[in-house]
């Protein structure tokens, strides 16, 4: 497959993961959630919840591999006092409608220190949904300050910063095909 996006590969130090290994990921990652939820039995689609907005990309590559009924919705939720478990907290700016008793796929970009997941999924919890799952591209296990249950991980990822598929640096990146770490002098 030959990608069209722009791709500043100039501007990086490394490719940490390239644009094929994402798409063979994601397959298998389908595959997995297919089975899981093929004996499902609601009278609704599965809600997959994409987190704006690092996770549009592989939101939408996902969902094209899934065989049952979907319906997709997005939040975007900011996080403050991100730094101590205790005062970390969520501020909702885009949220989904009802979900009671709706069966969730949550898909997000990347689980860092786990706060912000952590309060999502604590409000999510409280609006009687039948279930939740966890849909990560990638996680950073050394940075993590709360327990988070992954249920479909993409990569585990060391402590790096990363941009691209979805994920930015001041806002940048998002559209590259690949996930790479910026050349150092980039990120001052
Ligand atoms: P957490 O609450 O620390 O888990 O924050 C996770 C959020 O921080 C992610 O949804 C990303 O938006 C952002 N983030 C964490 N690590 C990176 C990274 O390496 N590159 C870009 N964004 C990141
Ligand atoms: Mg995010």
Redesign the pocket.
Known sequence: MISRSPNFIEDMDHIMITEEQIQNRIVELADKINLDYQDLNTEKPVLVIG?LT?AFTFTADLVRHLNFHISVDFISAS?YG?STVSTGSVVIKKDVGDITGRHILLV??????????KHILALLGTRNPASIRLCALLS?PD?RVTPIKIDYLGFTIKD????GYG???AGRYRALPYIGVLKPELYN
Request: net charge negative; proline share 0%; no cysteine.
């Open positions: 987190m690092g996080s991100a997000e970009d990347i689980i860092d220190s786990g706060i912000s997941m950073k940075r790096e910063f990363v941009v994920l930015d640096f």
